[in-house]
């Protein structure tokens, strides 16, 4: 069995490098929803869990106020 040279392309000759689009770079720097606004999540489910009044989205909406103002300031919309 004889071996066979095989040749591979340079990836230092090519003519151009790929353009990265702006949308492509801020979605890379644009943080994951799950990854901020913890504590005011943490907050919010809390409130809406034990509360004990009849409409809990009510008596915690300081608090899921709070919690879309923050998640507003990374660009998230809820």
Do not use: H, W
Request: proline share 8%; net charge positive.
């Amino acid at each position: 069995m004889a071996s066979q040279a095989v040749s591979i392309p340079s990836l230092t000759g090519s003519p151009a490098a790929p353009q990265v689009s702006q949308t492509t770079t801020d979605a890379a720097s644009k943080p994951k929803p799950c990854c901020v606004c913890k504590d005011e999540k943490a907050r919010r489910d809390d409130c809406m869990l034990f509360s004990n009044a009849a409409d809990p989205q009510k008596d915690c909406q300081s608090t899921i106020d709070l919690y879309k103002s923050c998640m507003a300031g990374f660009g998230f919309k809820i």
